[in-house]
């Protein structure tokens, strides 16, 4: 072989080699590209999911606040409660002796009625289920008496009021049934 078959031979031989290497960096670089883009796809997808699970977090908060600040007053209410009972049997004891008491009598149901409005503007309500059926989630009994123009189970009279605060239950009334 000549020196010139050899040099083209050399020559061929490291076009080959470079051709190769530069066909093992493109691989390299599509497969630093490749994990790139898979890293990104799962930092974005981490990204999201604790964005939503902090915009929840943020959304139970509110309403676990607004659910604390609207049944806080609870305790203080149930204690009012007793006020709201005697100021309702000092009026139903002077409305049988209304001459000999009636500016009393003025008195009491002005206070009631200002209760009343306190009540009202905190959200509780006083409920009244007279005439109808026991309801265990409103009710309690604590006696029955024979009724035959009624149906059992139909609260014939109220005892004690019961209340709620937001549509929920304060304190339940206790009340006589037919049975």
């Known amino acids: ?16 080699q470079e051709t190769e290497a530069e066909a093992t960096e493109e691989e390299s670089v599509e497969e630093g590209e490749n994990k790139l ?42 204690e009012l409660l007793g006020v709201a009972d005697n100021l309702e049997r000092a009026i139903t004891a002077m409305s049988e002796n209304k001459e000999s008491c009636a500016d009393l009598l003025k008195g009491v149901e002005l206070t009631q009625n200002e209760l009343t409005k306190v009540f009202e503007k905190f959200g509780i309500k006083r409920f009244n289920h007279i005439g109808e059926k ?7 009994v604590v006696q029955e008496v024979d009724s035959p123009d009624k149906e059992s189970g139909v609260i014939l009279t109220e005892l004690q009021a019961g209340y709620t605060i937001h549509d929920r239950i304060l304190r339940e009334a206790m009340v006589i049934v037919a049975k």
């Open 37 to 78: 883009e898979e890293d990104f796809a799962k930092l974005k997808d981490d990204y999201i999911r604790l964005y939503a699970e902090m915009d929840n977090m943020k959304k139970r908060s509110q309403a676990e606040t607004e659910k604390t600040i609207k049944f806080a007053i609870s305790s203080f209410a149930k």
């Open 134 to 140: 026991f309801d265990p989630n409103f009710e309690r």
């Open 1 to 16: 072989m000549s020196n010139k078959d050899e040099d083209v031979e050399e020559l061929e031989t490291e076009e080959t």
